[in-house]
C-alpha cells in the first residue's frame, strides 16, 4: 500500500514507530549535524501532510506545535533535535557512573580526566568531533549531576556539583580560589583534613555560607566511602539516567488544553481524532482562509451556495449539514442543538446524559465533521454531490461499526442500544 493510501493518523502512527525507531539508535550514539537533523524534520512533516517526500505541501500545523504532548496541543512525536540532546546527555552520565564500560575508560584516558575535571577540559583541535559535541552538552548536564561525597577523592572541589550552592566556582566566583586558598584543580579530599577544613577565613557572605554548610556535613578524611554521582531531576534523585524523565524535564511546553480529552477520547476512530484536532485548531483550509492568504477563489458555501464559508459555517450553520444534525436529533430523541460557535459545540460533546452519553455525542461530532469535510473536498475537486441523508447513513454505519468493535470497553457497552432504540 502507498504511502499515499494511508490516513493522515496513519501517517503519523508510522512517524512515531519506524521513522523514530530507525533514528534512535544513531540519535543515543552521537550528536547529529544541526542540518541533518533539519532535513529529517522537513522530511517528516512533508510526508506527514502530503504523504510522500518529494511532494511540497503547505503544513496545516507547525512542526513544533505537532511535537507537543496531545494534552497540550500536539501530536505527541519528540522534536528530533531536543530528542538527540537528551539521549546523548546519557554518554555525559557514562563518564560518571563508574559503568565499568570500554569507551568510558577509554575517554577518560585519552581526555585525561582523572588529571582535571571534565567540566573545564577544553576541545582541541585533533579531538573528534563527537567529543567536541559532547562538551558542548555541560552546561545543560551540569543541571543534572549531582555528586555524593564521600572521601571526597574523586569530587572535583570547584567543578563538581557536590554542595547545594551548586558548582563552587560558579558561586564564589573566579575570586573564589585564591580567597579560598584552595587550588583550582583541587579535589574536595585536598580541603580538609583530619582536623576540619582548610579553607581561608571567609571574606563574603557567601563564604559564611559555604563554611556553614561545610561545618554541617562529615568530614570526607574521616569517611571509608567512596564519592559517587547521581542523575537528579527537579530535586529527586533518579539513581541513573532515565531518557523519558529527562526528556520531560527538557521539553518544551504549553498549557494543558481543555479540548484535548474531546479530540483523543479513548476509543475514538484515528482518522476522526486526526480530522477532528486540525479542525479545532481551525487549521483547515476553508475558503474563507484561503482568500486570507490570497488565492483568488469564490467565498460561496459549495455545500449550500448560501453563505460565506467558514469553519463555524461550515459544521455549524449550513443547511445541508444542519439537516445532518436533525437526523441525529431525532436518533437521540433530542431536540436540534444550536450551535452559536465552536465552543458551543464541544461543549455540548461533552455533556453526558442518560439517553446521550458523551462517549456517543463525541463519536457522532467527530463523524459529522469528518464527513461534511470530505463530501464539501468532493463536490470541489470530483463535482460529485451527495445527499445529507446518505452521509447520515455513512455516519450511521461509522457509528455501529465502531460501537461493534469496542462493544467490551465499559464506555461502550450499552451505547448500541442508546443509538439504535
Given at each position: 500500500?502507498?504511502?499515499?493510501?494511508?490516513?493522515?493518523?496513519?501517517?503519523?502512527?508510522?512517524?512515531?514507530?519506524?521513522?523514530?525507531?530507525?533514528?534512535?539508535?544513531?540519535?543515543?550514539?552521537?550528536?547529529?549535524?544541526?542540518?541533518?537533523?533539519?532535513?529529517?524534520?522537513?522530511?517528516?512533516s512533508r510526508f506527514l501532510w502530503s504523504g510522500g517526500i518529494d511532494t511540497h505541501s503547505k503544513a496545516k500545523v507547525s512542526w513544533a506545535t505537532v511535537c507537543l504532548p496531545k494534552n497540550e496541543g500536539g501530536l505527541g512525536p519528540r522534536s528530533f533535535s531536543l530528542w538527540n540532546t537528551t539521549l546523548c546527555l546519557r554518554l555525559i552520565w557514562l563518564l560518571f557512573s563508574s559503568c565499568g564500560s570500554l569507551w568510558v575508560a577509554w575517554q577518560r584516558h585519552l581526555h585525561k580526566l582523572d588529571m582535571g575535571s571534565f567540566w573545564t577540559a577544553q576541545p582541541k583541535s585533533n579531538d573528534s568531533w563527537f567529543w567536541k559535541s559532547i562538551l558542548k552538552l555541560r552546561g545543560l548536564a551540569t543541571k543534572f549531576i549531582s555528586c555524593h561525597v564521600g572521601n571526597g577523592s574523586k569530587a572535583w572541589f570547584w567543578h563538581d556539583n557536590w554542595s547545594p550552592f551548586g558548582p563552587l566556582l560558579s558561586y564564589l566566583g573566579e575570586d573564589g580560589p585564591r580567597s579560598t586558598r584552595i587550588p583550582l584543580n583541587a579535589r574536595v579530599s585536598a580541603a580538609c583534613n583530619r582536623q576540619g577544613w582548610t579553607l581561608a577565613s571567609p571574606r563574603s557572605d557567601q563564604a559564611v555560607a559555604l563554611q556553614v554548610y561545610l561545618s554541617s556535613i562529615d568530614l570526607p578524611s574521616l569517611a571509608s566511602e567512596e564519592d559517587s554521582f547521581e542523575w537528579v531531576i527537579d530535586g529527586k534523585v533518579m539513581g541513573n539516567f532515565s531518557s523519558n524523565k529527562t526528556w520531560e524535564a527538557l521539553r518544551p511546553r504549553d498549557s494543558e488544553k481543555d479540548w484535548a480529552k474531546l479530540v483523543w477520547f479513548k476509543g475514538s476512530i484515528p482518522r476522526h481524532s486526526f480530522n477532528m484536532w486540525i479542525t479545532n485548531l481551525n487549521r483547515l483550509p476553508t475558503l474563507d482562509r484561503l482568500v486570507s492568504w490570497g488565492f483568488q477563489v469564490t467565498t460561496t458555501c459549495s455545500l449550500c451556495s448560501a453563505a460565506f464559508e467558514t469553519r463555524e459555517h461550515l459544521f455549524l450553520h449550513c443547511a445541508f449539514t444542519k439537516i445532518i444534525w436533525g437526523l441525529i436529533s431525532n436518533r437521540l430523541n433530542m431536540l436540534l442543538p444550536y450551535f452559536s460557535n465552536w465552543s458551543a459545540l464541544l461543549n455540548w460533546a461533552k455533556v453526558s446524559l442518560p439517553s446521550s452519553p458523551s462517549t456517543l455525542r463525541l463519536l457522532l461530532s467527530h463523524a459529522l465533521v469528518y464527513g461534511v469535510w470530505r463530501q464539501r473536498n468532493n463536490i470541489i475537486h470530483n463535482h460529485v454531490v451527495v445527499l445529507p441523508l446518505t452521509i447520515f447513513k455513512d455516519i450511521d454505519r461509522q457509528i455501529i461499526n465502531t460501537i461493534t468493535a469496542r462493544r467490551k470497553m465499559k464506555k461502550f457497552r450499552n451505547l448500541m442500544q442508546l443509538w439504535l432504540h
Open positions: 500500500m502507498g504511502s499515499r493510501s494511508l490516513s493522515f493518523a496513519g501517517r503519523t502512527q508510522l512517524i512515531s514507530s519506524i521513522i523514530y525507531g530507525t533514528v534512535n539508535f544513531r540519535m543515543s550514539t552521537f550528536m547529529l549535524p544541526k542540518g541533518c537533523v533539519k532535513k529529517i524534520e522537513s522530511l517528516c
